[in-house]
Nanobody
Framework: QVQLVESGGGSVQAGGSLRLSCAAA????MGWFRQAPGKEREGVAV????????YYADSVKGRFTISQDNAKNTVYLQMNSLKPEDTAMYYC??????????????????WGQGTQVTVSS
């Protein structure tokens, strides 16, 4: 049974930080999407497990950092300088093989249940 274990969401004021975690084993690509009410789902960040190249949406570059801890089979999303527009449900996703683009690779993979991030102004 596929299982992605997400944690770390919460509420924070603008300018604050949060760290999301996603634990899963056996995947080559892992990352995060987000979806705010009334908005389309948006890819946030992707990391290739092992050699660690990363890819970010323009909206989070310089503020968010995706990283991995191979010993714990866990990927982290460190979110700094949070803005109210970062408020969304954040979903961890994972895939075994590359397909098209960084984000389309995750779209074709498996997904977690999501964790809410709320940033107040």
């Amino acid at each position: 049974q596929v299982q992605l274990v997400e944690s770390g969401g919460g509420s924070v004021q603008a300018g604050g930080s949060l760290r999301l975690s996603c634990a899963a084993a056996g995947y080559r690509y892992m990352g995060w999407f987000r979806q705010a009410p009334g908005k389309e789902r948006e890819g946030v960040a992707v990391i290739r497990i092992g050699d660690s190249p990363t890819y970010y949406a323009d909206s989070v570059k310089g503020r968010f950092t995706i990283s991995q801890d191979n010993a714990k089979n866990t990927v982290y999303l460190q979110m700094n300088s949070l803005k109210p527009e970062d408020t969304a449900m954040y979903y961890c996703a994972a895939a075994r093989g590359y397909s098209g683009t960084w984000f389309s690779t995750l779209l074709r993979g498996v997904w977690g249940q999501g964790t809410q991030v709320t940033v107040s102004s």
